[in-house]
C-alpha cells in the first residue's frame, strides 16, 4: 500500500464541530505525486494519500473517518465512480465527503452520474490556491450540516 | 496529437504535478529572489505543454457503477 500521512493524531473519527484547520482528509489518486502536492498543499490538514481505490475502502472499513475525500476519477482497478457508489451503499456517510478529482472528460452515463449527486468536482490540473478554497467550502459545508443534525 | 486516452490523461497528471510542485516553490521562494523567475519560465512552459495537448475525449468511467443515488433534495 503506497501512503502518505501527515502527522499522526490520537483519534480516529472526527469530533462533532471540527475546526476547519485540522481536519481529516483523504486523498485517492494512482499517481503518488499527486497526493504528495496535496499533503503540502493542505499541510495545516490530517491528510493521509493512498493511490488506489482499494486502498481507501480499507482505511474507512478499518472505522477510520475523513471530514473530505478528494478522490480521481481515472484510476486502475476501480474508477472514482465505483468507489463512490460502494461508499453509498456502505458508508453514506463518507460518500458526501467526496470531492471529484477530474481531468474534465468522461462519457455520458459518468457524466449523468456526476450530475446526479451533490458532490463537488475540482480539475486538474488544479491550483493550491483553488484547491484550498474548494476544501475549506466543503468542509464548513459538513460543519454546518454537522450543527443542523 | 494521437494519444491513447490513457496515456493522455497520465502526460496530463504528470504536467498537473509540474505545475503543482512550481506552485509549492514560489510559496516557499522569498519575492526577491532571483529563482522566482527560473520557477516561472518552468510554469510558462508547462502550461504551454498542456494548451498543446488535445481534450480528453470521452472516458468510460462507469464500469458496474450502476444508477446514481438519488440527491438529498430529491427525497
Redesign the interface.
Known sequence: MNEITGPMEDTSTRAPGFPLERARVLVVDD?E??GM?VH??LKAHHVTAVTSAQDALAHIASGERFDAVLCD??MPG?????F??IL?EQYPDQ?SAVIFLT????????G???A???NAQLT?????VTLRAQVDAHLAARRAMDGLS | MNLEP?SL??L??????I???C??LL?SIANDDPRRADVMQIQIAARAA?AELP???????????????????DN
Request: hydrophobic share 45%; with cysteine.
Open positions: 499517481d505525486m499527486i502536492i503540502r498543499v476519477l481515472m476501480m474508477t472514482g465512480l465505483e463512490h457508489r453509498c460518500a481531468g474534465g472528460a468522461f462519457d455520458n452515463a459518468a449523468a452520474y456526476l446526479a449527486i451533490p486538474k490540473p488544479f491550483d493550491a | 490513457a490523461h497520465r496530463k497528471n504528470k504536467i498537473a504535478i505545475l503543482g510542485f506552485e509549492l510559496e498542456l481534450p480528453l475525449p470521452a472516458v468510460d468511467l462507469s464500469g458496474t457503477i450502476g444508477t446514481a443515488p438519488k440527491k438529498p433534495s
